[in-house]
C-alpha cells in the first residue's frame, strides 16, 4: 500500500470511529486549494472546508474555515489570549499526522482545539481534505461538528460563536468551549488577512 493511501486510510478508520460515514473520492489533477478542490468536485468554493493549523504560543490551533474566506490573525490571537503564527510542515504533520495539502479536519495525532467558521453551518453539505493533496470526502457540517466533538477537540468560533451555537443540532456538540480570549464576533467577510488558501494546508 503506497503511502498516499495509508494515510486515506488512517483518515478514514479515524473519522469512522468518531461516528462519520466516510466516502473518499480522489482527482488526479489534485485539490490542494480551495478553488481547486470546489472545481473538481463541483460545488461553490464557501463550501470547501480548509483545515488551517496555528502555533498558539507552543500549542498548535486548527481553524476549520469556509474556502472562500481567510483568517483574520489578529483577531483569532486576540480570542485566543496569545501570540500565534501559521504552523510549520513539520509541526502540522507532528499535530495531525498529515502533511501539509491534506491535511483532514479530524483523526488527528493529538485532539486539537477547534475554531469552527460558522459560515460552514449554511450549507447542507461541505467538502474536506481526506488526508492527501488529492482527495477529498463530503460530509454535513453539523455531523462534522459532533465528530470533532466527540474526539475530544474544543469547539469556539470567535468569529460568530452565537450563530454557531443557534443551530439546535450542534448545541450539544458545542457546550465544551475554548477558555478565555474574549467574546464572540461577527465575521463579517472573513474568517478572519492571511490565513492560508489550501483546503488541508498548515494554513
Same mark, same amino acid.
Request: aromatic share 6%; proline share 6%; hydrophobic share 40%.
Given at each position: 500500500? !503506497? =503511502?498516499?493511501s495509508?494515510?486515506?486510510?488512517?483518515?478514514?478508520?479515524? +473519522?469512522?470511529?468518531?461516528?462519520?460515514?466516510?466516502?473518499?473520492?480522489?482527482?488526479?489533477?489534485?485539490t490542494?486549494?480551495?478553488?481547486?478542490?470546489?472545481? +473538481?468536485?463541483?460545488?461553490?468554493v464557501?463550501?470547501?472546508?480548509?483545515?488551517?493549523? &496555528?502555533?498558539?504560543?507552543?500549542?498548535?490551533?486548527?481553524?476549520?474555515?469556509?474556502?472562500?474566506?481567510?483568517?483574520?490573525?489578529e483577531?483569532?490571537? !486576540?480570542?485566543?489570549?496569545?501570540?500565534?503564527?501559521?504552523?510549520?510542515?513539520?509541526?502540522?504533520?507532528?499535530?495531525?499526522?498529515?502533511?501539509?495539502?491534506?491535511?483532514?479536519?479530524?483523526?488527528?495525532?493529538?485532539?486539537?482545539?477547534?475554531?469552527?467558521?460558522?459560515?460552514?453551518?449554511? &450549507?447542507?453539505?461541505?467538502?474536506? +481534505?481526506?488526508?492527501?493533496?488529492?482527495?477529498? &470526502?463530503?460530509?454535513?457540517?453539523?455531523?462534522?461538528?459532533? +465528530?470533532k466533538?466527540?474526539?475530544?477537540?474544543?469547539?469556539?468560533?470567535?468569529?460568530?460563536?452565537?450563530?454557531?451555537?443557534?443551530?439546535?443540532?450542534?448545541?450539544?456538540?458545542?457546550?465544551?468551549?475554548?477558555g478565555?480570549?474574549?467574546?464572540?464576533?461577527? !465575521?463579517?467577510? =472573513?474568517?478572519?488577512?492571511?490565513?492560508?488558501?489550501?483546503?488541508?494546508?498548515?494554513?
Open positions: 500500500m !503506497s =503511502r498516499r495509508d494515510a486515506i486510510e488512517r483518515f478514514t478508520v479515524e +473519522a469512522e470511529a468518531s461516528g462519520l460515514e466516510i466516502e473518499v473520492q480522489q482527482y488526479p489533477g489534485g490542494r486549494t480551495a478553488a481547486d478542490a470546489a472545481d +473538481a468536485v463541483g460545488c461553490h464557501d463550501q470547501i472546508v480548509k483545515s488551517l493549523v &496555528f502555533m498558539a504560543d507552543v500549542r498548535p490551533v486548527l481553524v476549520l474555515c469556509s474556502g472562500g474566506r481567510r483568517v483574520d490573525e483577531r483569532l490571537a !486576540s480570542y485566543l489570549g496569545t501570540e500565534i503564527r501559521i504552523a510549520g510542515a513539520s509541526e502540522v504533520r507532528a499535530a495531525t499526522g498529515f502533511a501539509i495539502g491534506g491535511t483532514p479536519p479530524l483523526g488527528h495525532t493529538v485532539p486539537l482545539r477547534t475554531v469552527v467558521d460558522p459560515h460552514l453551518m449554511d &450549507f447542507d453539505e461541505v467538502w474536506a +481534505a481526506a488526508g492527501t493533496p488529492d482527495s477529498v &470526502f463530503p460530509v454535513k457540517p453539523k455531523d462534522l461538528v459532533k +465528530a466533538a466527540w474526539t475530544g477537540g474544543d469547539l469556539a468560533s470567535p468569529f460568530g460563536m452565537g450563530a454557531l451555537v443557534a443551530h439546535p443540532d450542534v448545541q450539544a456538540a458545542c457546550r465544551r468551549l475554548m478565555g480570549g474574549g467574546a464572540a464576533r461577527s !465575521s463579517g467577510e =472573513r474568517c478572519g488577512g492571511d490565513g492560508g488558501d489550501g483546503v488541508g494546508d498548515g494554513a
